[in-house]
């Protein structure tokens, strides 16, 4: 559609991102306006607006307008898979999860059994092989984690996969190179890009324009032959990691560049490089021990790959105008990493972030790099938190202390560890809790103004030559944030405005209209 009149919207003022520097919305008009779309880009803002040509029109009866959100981290053939895997979210222990794997094993499912979500953190028992044999010897039983980052298996999936057998789960590195094996097997069905094109809509459903992809295996490689297949309905930013940078470099891609065949909407993203390892499996690199690292076989977590490497990897993607994604979740494997990128001069992101020291916070805003937070995953992690790393969960989640050092936040799922819902993500950044408890660690809470610019690639409110990646909302989403010209954290510590309430209107804000690009993508 090439032109489309947007009658009496309302604008949400939103801050933008400009060359790094946070630029506040202001002079938004509060009355209905009317926005003029053509080929793909906002052109003009205002009342009564009368375009030159005949332009269809649709009539938004005083909704909200908002730019597009951005889901900044996903491994989105993991989320679009999820469906067909048991899930462990609520398993309490691994005898309890091998009771589940039993119950399926009981239906007669044809092929491998392939589960997702539980948390062993905080299981009283230990997930060994011999648990899963004496259930499953012949199926093939593969559990990943919440994380994502260890899978617990029989014997049978140890040899399917071609991994030593132990008793132990397959952890870090080793499990994700497996994961890329585990993907080919699956078959059309979950892998389809009519499978994609599905997951799309669903997220289209929730305001999300466009994404950030991190998946194992294939890569960017793969989005080629899914975007021919239809699965072009929003953005995509397509990473790569080690084993694909060369590929990526021979191809002459550079990030932003649009991939082969897929013009301008799947573009090659960052290099992504997991450095340290995670809270749940308790691999994260941290200055200090754990709180149980009596039970662990590397007391402070540790790095994947030592600093030669990541400096090395760094290096050859800043060379070649590659942007890097650095997984860093424990406060020693930050600091690591701004180590390297200040001496490669890289740019890019450090994704998680979820512990820190405040002297590397105000060096990642020292030097211009992103934090691709989850928000999600403190609803997740919070009582872990609390019982690993009980002296420093000041500094976890801290995104108070990214907001005031200028530190340019943006939201993420890690779908299927959280799910793909921008709401939910941006809930957890205002409230920090997702139950009746109060909100933990309360004055790092965002506001919802602040949860909104993180939530949508740095843009800011609806204006001339904003791209046409815009959603219309039933209700609006700064409705109870602070009020205007009140501090968002009072001297104590905690917020000043009922964050409960916001969170609540978050999480079931409803979407009435998605576009990209100017093409109205939800409802279909």
Known sequence: MAMLLLRDVRLVPVAARRLGVVVPPVGVPTDPVDVLVRDGV??????????????????????????????????????????????????????????????????????????WGHRSA?????????????VAPHTPVILISGDAHHAWMNTTALMWLALPVREAVVREAEWFAAYGRLMTMFGDDSTSPAAYRRTMEHAAAQGVVGLVDFEFGGGFADWTDRYDGGADLLHVRAATYADGLEDAIGGGLRTGDPLPGCDDMVTMGPLKIISDGSLNTRTAWCCAPYADAHRLEYPAGQP??????????????????LEVATHAIGDAAVEAALRAYAETGATGAIEHAQLVARAD?????????????????????????????????????AWRWFAEDGVDLRFGSDAPVAPLDPWLAMAAAVHRSADSRPAWHPEHTLTPAEALAASVDGLG????????????????????????????????????????????????????????????????
Do not use: K
């Open 42 to 115: 906002v052109v003009e803002v205002g009342p009564g607006l009368r375009p030159g040509v005949l332009a269809p029109s649709i009539d938004a009866d005083g909704r909200w307008l908002i730019p597009g959100l951005w889901d900044h981290h996903v491994h989105l053939g993991q989320w679009t898979v999820t469906s067909a895997r048991l899930d462990l979210s609520g398993a309490t222990s691994a005898e309890h999860a091998v009771r589940l794997v039993a119950e399926r094993i009981a239906e007669g499912p044809e092929g491998a059994i392939v589960g």
């Open 122 to 134: 905080q299981w009283p028992d230990e997930p060994l092989v011999p648990l899963l044999d004496a």
């Open 304 to 321: 994947n790959l030592d600093y030669g490497e990541l400096r090395t990897l760094l290096a050859r993607a800043h060379d070649h105008q």
């Open 361 to 397: 916070v105000r060096r990642m805003a020292e030097l211009g790099l992103r934090a691709s937070v989850q928000p999600a995953h403190l609803l997740d992690d919070r009582d872990l938190t609390d019982r690993v790393w009980p002296d420093r969960s000041e500094g976890c989640f």
């Open 461 to 524: 409110t609806v204006g001339p030559g904003h791209p046409a990646d815009l959603v219309l909302l039933d209700a609006d989403p700064l409705a109870h944030g602070p009020a205007a010209g009140t501090a968002p954290v009072a001297p104590d510590g905690g917020p000043t405005w009922d964050t409960a309430a916001a969170a609540a209107g978050l999480r079931e804000m409803p979407v009435a209209l998605t576009m990209v690009g100017g093409r109205i993508v939800h409802p279909i």
